[in-house]
């Protein structure tokens, strides 16, 4: 499967963003759907997963609420809505696509367990 993210920009402090992710050459609906970021001279962190039919989720710590990730297998998309976003939220936004099989969505949240990654989007949070 081959991944395309869109949606990053600027924004200031306490601004929204919505973040999408299209699949394209897979069955999308095998695969549990993940969103990671990176930050310069940091490594890459999980933010967000669903499951494969979008009845589970798992979110890190840090989202506290603010962000939602949700897909719609019709249309091979998954998206990540970013509220009151902070200047720390700046990064590089990847999506991901890992085979979800028997494993729970919560036990998800590490790049290794996703088989392909989408070329990234930028997002930046002025203060």
């Known amino acids: 499967v081959q991944l395309q993210a869109s949606g990053g920009g600027l924004v200031q402090a306490g601004e929204s963003l919505r973040l999408s992710c299209t699949a394209s050459g897979g069955t999308f609906s095998l695969y549990a759907m993940g969103w990671f970021r990176q930050a310069p001279g940091k490594e890459r962190e999980f933010v967000a997963a669903?499951?494969?039919?979008?009845?589970?989720?798992k979110y890190a710590g840090f989202v506290k609420s603010r962000f939602t990730i949700d897909r719609d297998n019709a249309k091979n998309t998954v998206t990540l809505q970013m509220n009151s976003l902070k200047p720390e939220d700046s990064a590089v936004y990847y999506c991901?696509?890992?085979?979800?099989?028997?494993?729970?969505?919560?036990?998800?949240?590490?790049?290794?367990?996703?088989?392909?990654w989408g070329q990234g989007t930028l997002v930046t949070v002025s203060s």
């Open positions: 991901a696509a890992g085979i979800q099989g028997t494993r729970s969505i919560w036990t998800m949240t590490r790049g290794e367990l996703f088989d392909a």
């Open positions: 669903i499951s494969v039919l979008g009845h589970g989720t």
